[in-house]
């Protein structure tokens, strides 16, 4: 039972970040419904909202996932191998996420946008 409480402990605040995260995304989007983008910088910056959302998604689920396998190695090297490899990838994402929009605005000075 205290196991399931660490679990549980461990996991609350990245899925709260994430739930968070998706339900303001759709409100953005559900601001003006129906409203088509006018040009290519708008539909550029939708998907940037999307790639940086999607990436944060990720990378809190790889954080709760490498939590958890660390909470539940036991001792087991191993375990906490694979915990601290998923610790690595979740912070790889988020810089990922910080990134993409730097990337984008660097991608379109290139193109003159």
Known sequence: MRRLRQIIAAAAVPLTLTVVLLVRAIAADAAVPGAAPK?????????????VGLLVSLATLFLTIG?????????DPGEVAKGKEALKNAALGYAGAILAPVLVKILQSFVGG
Do not use: C, E, K, S
Request: hydrophobic content about 60%; cysteine-free; overall charge neutral.
């Open 39 to 51: 040009d290519l910088p708008t539909v550029i910056g939708n998907i940037t909202a999307w790639l």
């Open 67 to 75: 939590f958890i396998r660390m909470l539940l190695a036991g001792g």
